[in-house]
């Protein structure tokens, strides 16, 4: 699977924005699909996922109730929509994918996710 992040940019704090991760080569569909993010000196964290069939969703602390992550099975892409952003929103954000399977895997950890975007950065402004 190749994976595509698109949809970065520079923001004012509480402004939204909705970033894009465009799969080829393979479907997203059964697979666990994530949002991770590196702030500049930091290490990379987790933001969101969705399990394989798309009914479990998880959220790290810092975005719950701010970030909702989706995707579209017909446009085999995935989504991060990104409201009342804040400073310490600033990042950039891979997405990533795992390998299809219908069992459980852990959402938080990178090693779930097999295949990996380029990265779209994130630049939030007061």
């Known amino acids: 699977v190749q994976l595509q992040a698109s949809g970065g940019g520079l923001v004012q704090a509480r402004d939204s924005l909705r970033l894009s991760c465009a799969a080829s080569?393979?479907?997203?569909?059964?697979?666990?699909m994530a949002w991770f993010r590196q702030a500049p000196g930091m290490e990379r964290e987790f933001v969101a996922a969705l399990n394989w069939n798309g009914v479990r969703i998880y959220y790290a602390d810092s975005v719950r109730g701010r970030f909702t992550i989706s995707r579209d099975d017909a446009k085999n892409t995935g989504y991060l929509q990104m409201n009342s952003l804040k400073l310490e929103d600033t990042a950039l954000y891979y997405c990533?994918?795992?390998?299809?399977?219908?069992?459980?895997?852990?959402?938080?950890?990178?090693?779930?996710?097999?295949?990996w975007g380029q990265g779209t950065l994130v630049t939030v402004s007061s």
């Open positions: 990533a994918a795992g390998v299809s399977t219908s069992g459980y895997m852990s959402p938080y950890q990178e090693r779930t996710y097999l295949y």
């Open positions: 080569g393979r479907t997203l569909s059964g697979r666990y």
